[in-house]
């Protein structure tokens, strides 16, 4: 039973070191606009030369779903900023042009390919060591 908390207890300080890491790290974002280039657009298949190195210290990845003037498009980023509210989801935003933001946290792999679903290793990790420990 030790064995097996150390294990998880191990992967969960894995998890949360390779986050520090990251941060450091330039990331990778697909790039692109759908009023430049088609294939970006929602029913995207990314290509290789959307994929860039983000190199101005952007954390984040973002795909965003804007309508002007009826006009509806997909424009793929790397961003430094995000909503407070929303650093790793999805919003909306309202007015004559009308955007869906979605953001997601950047690493060696681009994120920004659709709507991110997300997960936590770390959160699963401590859910079942406490559920051991309650449960003993």
Do not use: W
Not at 125 to 136: C, F, K, R, T, Y
């Amino acid at each position: 039973m030790k064995l097996f908390i150390s294990a998880l207890m191990f992967v969960a300080l894995s998890y949360v070191l390779a986050e520090e890491t990251q941060e450091s790290s330039p990331i990778n974002c697909y790039v692109c606009n759908e009023l430049e280039d088609k294939s970006c657009g929602d029913q995207f298949k990314p290509k290789d030369v959307h994929r860039q190195q983000c190199v101005n210290g952007e954390k984040y990845c973002r795909k965003i779903v804007q309508t002007v003037n009826d006009i509806t498009s997909v424009v793929r980023q790397c961003a430094k900023e995000v909503s407070e509210q929303h650093p790793e989801d999805c919003y909306k935003t309202a007015g004559k042009a009308t955007q869906t933001v979605c953001t997601c946290l950047g690493s060696n792999e681009p994120c920004n390919y659709g709507q991110k679903i997300k997960s936590s290793i770390l959160g699963f990790a401590m859910s079942i060591i406490l559920s051991i420990v309650l449960l003993n």
